[in-house]
């Protein structure tokens, strides 16, 4: 009768023990996809804001574009500019002087945006017909 009493509390003391060892496998694996979606979000927030910088240097550049045209009425020109922590460049292009194209890729980290301008007239003002983010040119 001993040994029976004994064996038993043994086979509850190996259940208890599993369940406890299951429960902690179980927490292990929720802590750890709660740490890894934090990690996923942060890095998704940093490419968010690499992406906005990008796009403001780019846009930026253009604007340079847009200067040099305005200041020395031409419709040929390459350009680069340092803002920041990111580069730029800029190429002003037409076809016999006219339909005026400004290509502008901002760079920052490993993020690149792209901006394409295209300009309506350049008398008596400058007037946009487009600006607009683009894949590529």
Not at 72 to 94: E, K
Request: net charge neutral.
């Amino acid at each position: 009768m001993f040994k029976l009493l004994r064996s038993h509390k043994i086979k509850e003391g190996y259940i208890a023990l599993i369940s406890v060892m299951l429960m902690s496998t179980l927490g292990l694996a929720i802590m750890l996809s709660v740490i890894a979606s934090g990690v996923d979000a942060s890095r998704t927030d940093f490419s968010l804001q690499q992406s906005g910088a990008a796009r403001s240097i780019a846009s930026s550049c253009a604007e340079e574009a847009l200067q040099v045209i305005v200041e020395t009425s031409t419709t040929s020109h390459n350009g680069n500019l340092t803002i920041a922590s990111g580069t730029c460049t800029y190429s002003i292009t037409s076809i016999n002087g006219q339909n005026i194209t400004i290509q502008s890729t901002g760079v920052l980290g490993t993020v690149t945006s792209k901006i394409k301008v295209v300009v309506a007239t350049t008398s008596p003002a400058v007037s946009l017909s487009s600006w607009e983010e683009v894949v590529d040119f």
